[in-house]
């Protein structure tokens, strides 16, 4: 089949047009611009990527385009496919119809950690020879690729809340038939689709119900929706010490390099691990993947020579260079939450260092005021905050929309030296006067924010 994808240099959207290459479709897709990791790997997959978007990019004749959740009824090549009388279908239907029949799905679902806990799970799975197959919405650094069909009864998926394409309003993990469900935590989140906490909880609720009746379902034992979640239907939880857990990690000691912990149950001591990533965020992810993989049938002391060898996810803490005594380093943490465990563990791996952030409102969450306070405390928590231009906010109400200026001010309220930029070439010419001997610059954004993370990470 040729299958053409609109908006390709999507993690979701790149991950899932590899799975469909590899299955031997012919595949194609466009974009209004690719930058790396995702170009780099679209490249070695072997799909032609055509920027920007146009009308013409489907002249090569698809039988089905794949429409991407960010566009619109009124998109140029939506309208070309219309014109042509090429069906439309979205990733997560595709996915189901043409890859999942016949696999056991495990879907990992939750606000937050789900491309680390995705890789980790895929990775262990793989690495105790159960030939799993895969799809994660990330570029892992321990896997050939972010899509693997896989020959085993494993199929290990990240599972997305967000809502799947213009014509259909429900969410993407509900196309992924799961026998088994890992769920990290449930916060408020996408507050261009959901109208509270309670509409956020209803999605992952439909989810569960999805689970056959010898499905697993574990639930992050720190959140109270996810514990009530798998409580309610007589499943397991995971979580850190002090916690009442079914599945813990009791930590012996802590370094700049990782993690050493104990694993338990609630019959004892299961085994003794080490987590090459720093962070209680990810030291949670890590109980999740393993505690899974028991689940499945792996046993606890196969789990630990891959677990020490796993170095994570391509824009998760990842450094992008060093140089003259700084280091900038590169993370996709978008939400209020997200941005605070990321700090509190970089922190941990590079003590002594003065943190520079760089913040870019560019998710749909982002750029809107619902965590404008939020976002003033976990920023204000560094001694230097640059702020990037918000992206379009052309279709947000004036009301609703991240006020920036108020952000500074009240960053500033604390403390913190903070500055609005009007352009990412003013502020990567900022950074390059400022940064000196000693700062650990990290740059928060779920885009690319113009290349700039790359350029000020190669001058080091």
């Known amino acids: 089949m040729k299958i053409h994808f609109i908006g390709i240099a999507g993690t979701g959207m790149g991950a899932i047009a590899g799975l469909l290459k590899t299955a031997g479709h012919d595949v194609r897709g466009s974009d209004e611009a690719v930058y790396p990791p995702m170009s780099d790997s679209l490249d070695r997959m072997g799909i ?7 009308g013409e990019n489907l002249s090569w004749g698809p039988d089905t385009v794949v429409v991407g959740n960010v566009c619109r009824r009124d998109h140029t090549e939506v309208l070309a496919a219309q014109a042509a009388k090429i069906p439309l279908t979205s990733f997560p239907a595709i996915l189901g119809e043409q890859i999942l029949p016949g696999r056991r799905p495990v879907v ?39 899509c693997v069909t896989g020959e085993g009864a494993p199929f290990v998926l990240e599972g997305d809340e967000y809502d799947t394409a213009f014509f259909d309003k429900g969410s993407k993990f509900l196309h992924y038939r799961p026998h088994a469900v890992l769920l990290t935590g449930v916060e408020f989140d996408h507050a261009d689709i959901f109208a ?103 046993p606890a002391d196969a789990l630990a020579g891959p677990l020490a060898a796993f170095t994570g996810v391509r824009r998760r803490q990842e450094e992008l260079g060093s140089g ?16 605070r465990v990321t700090l509190e563990a970089l922190l941990q791996r590079y003590p002594g260092r003065r943190p520079v952030l760089v913040f870019e409102p560019r998710s749909a969450t982002s750029r809107r005021a619902v965590f404008q306070k939020e976002y003033a405390l976990v920023l204000g928590a560094a ?20 006020d920036l200026h108020r952000l500074e001010a009240d960053i500033a309220a604390g403390g913190t030296r903070v500055t609005t930029h009007p352009d990412f070439a003013d502020l990567l010419e900022t950074l390059r006067a400022e940064a000196v001997a000693g700062d650990l610059v990290v740059f928060f954004s779920s885009g690319a924010m113009g290349g700039i993370k790359h350029a000020f990470a190669r001058e080091l």
Request: glycine fraction near 10%; charged fraction near 20%; aromatic fraction near 6%.
């Open 324 to 339: 003259r005594g700084i280091v900038a380093v590169d993370d996709f943490g978008h939400h209020p939450t997200a941005i």
């Open 108 to 146: 990992v679902a939750g606000t937050h950690g789900k491309t680390t806990t995705t890789t980790l799970l895929a990775y262990l799975l793989e690495r105790c020879d159960r030939k799993p197959g895969w799809f994660i919405g990330g570029i892992p650094n321990d896997l050939p690729s972010a």
């Open 48 to 54: 032609p990527v055509m920027c920007p978007f146009s």
């Open 383 to 402: 001694p230097r905050v640059l702020l990037a231009p918000a992206y379009d906010q052309s279709r947000i109400a004036p009301e609703d929309r991240l």
């Open 196 to 298: 509270d906490l309670d509409a956020v909880r209803a999605a992952f609720e439909g989810l569960i119900r999805l689970i056959p009746d010898d499905g697993i379902l574990l639930a992050s034992a720190d959140n109270d929706i996810a514990t009530g979640l798998a409580r309610a239907c007589g499943q397991l939880t995971y979580g850190l010490a002090g916690e009442d857990a079914d599945y813990l990690a009791v930590t012996l000691e802590k370094k700049e390099g990782g993690t050493a912990f104990e694993l338990h149950d609630r019959t004892g001591v299961l085994g003794t691990y080490f987590l090459p990533m720093v962070g209680n965020h990810n030291l949670r992810n890590a109980v999740g993947a393993l505690a899974m993989c028991l689940r499945l049938g792996v």
